[in-house]
């Protein structure tokens, strides 16, 4: 899918805008707190439900306004997408699909696929594992959906057994209703631990390559740090085994929950020894995997966003970069002028041409 056109009413700084893009290469170039990170907010929200900068929607309608809306035209060789979104201060956010209301946020994933990248994203290496499980979720989610609903019981099956944790006092009792959140929590917990397993087997080689590319040659590697079970029965003698340890907690300590990602760089663990280069191109490498893993399960390159990410590079990994992304649409926000590529779209205090 390439995006063709986008429409804003009263987003952020956004007054009221509508602009096509280029289907290749696309250079938002503007000073500071102009609009070029509000623009592709938009666009990233339209395709998958959610902004990268806030869980606050209502933020996201202009200062003085009862709601924003956003508008968006895809295509590709053989189908069309338009995707509203409408945003009041009053009430839920509502989404539809070429004029039909979509009920669930998850029907959105993976119509017009994304990648998104700013220098925010090193803490995809520097921090905590919730970051680089929240990377495989939205990844696995716009190629199978099903997993995105998959997910949705499990954390809802998850805070069922948590509450129970906390609120049984008698431990006896507690042994006694737990199996029902036990067997439910196996059911979908080894499953997603599969999908994320194969995931990271599918992405290791792309990100491999797109790292030794665009830093000239490192090596880098990644080992997904799972539970050590390989069937519901399994899993239910684990949770069995650890529920002294959540009674006295208060919560459930074992699951894909609390899974993570190790990556290295010439066998050595970028979290700890990698420089802030090393780290910020590793970030980089897994997120150009991406294209190549949607790419693969979709028939088509998925949307590439990459905010204030020339800044932060060299000039010979720009060009690289700027080769490697030529096989898909990209959005790229800038302050420099001379560093835009593609169309060049000037972003003035909440306009842009």
Same mark, same amino acid.
């Given at each position: 899918?390439?995006?063709?056109?986008?429409?804003? #009413?009263?987003?952020?700084?956004?007054?009221?805008?509508?602009?096509?893009?280029?289907?290749?290469?696309?250079?938002?170039?503007?000073?500071?707190?102009?609009?070029?990170?509000?623009?592709?907010?938009?666009?990233?929200?339209?395709?998958?439900?959610?902004?990268?900068?806030?869980?606050?929607? !209502?933020?996201?309608?202009?200062?003085?306004?009862?709601?924003?809306?956003?508008?968006?035209?895809?295509?590709?060789?053989?189908?069309?997408?338009?995707?509203?979104?409408?945003?009041?201060?009053?009430?839920?956010?509502?989404?539809?699909?070429?004029?039909?209301?979509?009920?669930?946020?998850?029907?959105?994933?993976? &119509?017009?696929?994304?990648?998104?990248?700013?220098?925010?994203?090193?803490?995809?290496?520097?921090?905590?594992?919730?970051?680089?499980?929240?990377?495989?979720?939205?990844?696995?989610?716009?190629?199978?959906?099903?997993?995105?609903?998959?997910?949705?019981?499990?954390?809802?099956?998850? &805070?069922?057994?948590?509450?129970?944790?906390?609120?049984?006092?008698?431990?006896?009792?507690?042994?006694?209703?737990?199996?029902?959140?036990? !067997?439910?929590?196996?059911?979908?917990?080894?499953?997603?631990?599969?999908?994320?397993?194969?995931?990271?087997?599918?992405?290791?080689?792309?990100?491999?390559?797109?790292?030794?590319?665009?830093?000239?040659?490192? #090596?880098?590697?990644?080992?997904?740090?799972?539970?050590?079970?390989?069937?519901?029965?399994?899993?239910? !003698?684990?949770?069995?085994?650890?529920?002294?340890?959540?009674?006295?907690?208060?919560?459930?300590?074992?699951?894909?929950?609390?899974?993570?990602?190790?990556?290295?760089?010439?066998?050595?663990?970028?979290?700890?020894?990698?420089?802030?280069?090393?780290?910020?191109?590793?970030?980089?490498?897994?997120?150009?995997?991406?294209?190549?893993?949607?790419?693969?399960?979709?028939?088509?390159?998925?949307?590439?966003?990459?905010?204030?990410?020339?800044?932060?590079?060299?000039?010979?990994?720009?060009?690289?970069?700027?080769?490697?992304?030529?096989?898909?649409?990209?959005?790229?926000?800038?302050?420099?002028?001379?560093?835009?590529?593609?169309?060049?779209?000037?972003?003035?205090?909440?306009?842009? &041409?």
């Amino acid at each position: 899918m390439k995006i063709n056109r986008l429409s804003l #009413k009263n987003f952020r700084n956004y007054q009221s805008l509508t602009i096509g893009f280029d289907e290749k290469m696309n250079s938002l170039c503007g000073k500071n707190a102009q609009g070029k990170t509000n623009l592709i907010e938009a666009i990233f929200f339209a395709c998958i439900g959610k902004s990268f900068r806030t869980s606050k929607e !209502k933020q996201l309608i202009k200062w003085g306004e009862e709601a924003a809306r956003i508008t968006l035209f895809a295509s590709n060789d053989i189908r069309t997408k338009k995707i509203e979104v409408l945003l009041q201060t009053s009430q839920k956010k509502s989404v539809k699909m070429d004029g039909l209301p979509i009920r669930r946020i998850g029907d959105v994933l993976g &119509e017009v696929p994304v990648v998104f990248f700013s220098p925010d994203e090193l803490k995809l290496v520097k921090e905590s594992p919730e970051e680089r499980r929240k990377f495989m979720n939205i990844d696995i989610s716009q190629t199978n959906k099903r997993y995105f609903y998959l997910l949705s019981r499990y954390e809802k099956i998850l &805070e069922s057994r948590n509450k129970l944790l906390k609120t049984t006092k008698d431990f006896s009792v507690l042994k006694e209703s737990v199996q029902i959140w036990d !067997k439910a929590l196996a059911m979908a917990g080894i499953k997603i631990i599969k999908e994320r397993e194969k995931f990271i087997q599918n992405i290791q080689p792309f990100a491999s390559k797109a790292h030794e590319y665009i830093s000239g040659g490192e #090596k880098l590697s990644l080992v997904y740090k799972k539970p050590e079970i390989e069937s519901e029965e399994e899993y239910i !003698k684990k949770l069995s085994k650890t529920l002294e340890k959540d009674f006295k907690f208060g919560y459930t300590t074992f699951g894909p929950h609390r899974d993570d990602i190790d990556i290295f760089l010439n066998g050595q663990e970028v979290k700890s020894f990698g420089s802030q280069g090393q780290q910020r191109t590793a970030a980089l490498s897994l997120k150009l995997a991406e294209l190549e893993i949607i790419k693969n399960e979709t028939g088509e390159y998925p949307i590439l966003i990459l905010d204030d990410v020339f800044s932060e590079l060299d000039a010979v990994r720009r060009k690289r970069l700027v080769k490697f992304t030529s096989r898909c649409q990209t959005f790229i926000t800038t302050t420099d002028e001379s560093l835009c590529e593609g169309k060049i779209i000037r972003v003035t205090d909440g306009k842009a &041409e």
